[in-house]
């Protein structure tokens, strides 16, 4: 499972007036000196103002991090909110789960999601079946509206679902996450791979799309500063750390927490 996600903005007040009145996030504690936002408990995203920050042209880093949230009214009520924003989205249909997609005051990509019941997810081979289909938008609104306590606030139970990165190569990508990480294969097409843990259709999406062979981001970019990855206990966390010893990937152990950078300098954060 992965916890919050470190994100760096240029403006610190927009953002937060976007991530909270806009999408319904509510501030959260620990956030360690950067702003935490949460719903209703832990930290699901944390920003970071990075002034003067702009995205970076061709780069390798965060394709989009993706909000899981519990039900499809939940997913309806967000499809109600960003209309009223007039917030311009992309939707899709991936046959595991119905997606919204948009992006942040800074460019940083966002998808907002729910799952569809495990016992509908088709696999084969090993691999999850996923497809990219038109969502039912007048369904998807007519359930939020539905719900007995409609919400402007993303409901207890949000989380970090999963995030793709912009990579620039995938068999390097695989590697690392598959090889020295230890997430499962679930998925593989043209430029890109996706992975996980627990038998998840995805909490990694790796992709060189429009990354192939680019360089990593800089600190002074808008983008993905770190994730966390929560690993059962720490028996699990150890194996990990022995995995990127052998890996050469210069890992470290820091107040519990596991730190390393994958191969693009985004930073990633192992607790138990």
């Known amino acids: 499972m992965l916890g919050p996600v470190t994100i760096r903005v240029a403006d610190i007040d927009r953002s937060l007036r976007f991530y909270q009145e806009i999408l319904g996030f509510r ?20 920003l970071k103002h990075v002034a003067g920050a702009r995205a970076a042209r061709r780069s390798s880093g965060l394709y989009h991090f993706a909000i899981l949230v519990p039900s499809r009214p939940a997913l309806g009520q967000a499809l109600r909110r960003l209309g009223e924003a007039e917030i311009g989205i992309g939707e899709a249909d991936h046959l595991v789960s119905e997606a919204l997609y948009l992006s942040d005051p800074d460019g940083n990509g966002i998808e907002i999601y729910r799952d569809r019941p495990r016992s509908e997810w088709k696999w084969s081979n090993g691999s999850i079946q996923m497809a990219t289909g038109p969502l039912d938008l007048e369904g998807l609104l007519k359930e939020g509206d539905g719900d007995p306590s409609p919400s402007r606030l993303f409901p207890d139970g949000t989380r970090i679902g999963h995030v793709h990165l912009q990579v620039a190569d995938v068999g390097q990508a695989v590697g690392f996450y598959h090889g020295a990480i230890g997430f ?33 981001a800089p600190q002074g970019s808008t983008g993905i500063e770190s994730f966390v990855i929560r690993v059962p206990d720490a028996e699990s966390r150890a194996a990990v750390a022995g995995r990127l010893q052998a890996a050469g990937a210069g890992a470290r152990m820091e107040d519990g927490t596991l730190r390393v950078r994958d191969p693009w300098n985004v930073e990633i954060l192992v607790i138990s």
């Open 27 to 46: 501030p959260a504690d620990g956030g360690n000196g950067l702003a935490a936002l949460g719903a209703g408990g832990p930290p699901v995203v944390l």
């Open 184 to 216: 499962d294969l679930t998925a593989a097409l043209q430029g890109a791979a996706f992975l996980s843990a627990g038998g998840y259709h995805h909490h990694l999406g790796p992709n060189s799309w429009a990354s192939r062979g680019a360089p990593a």
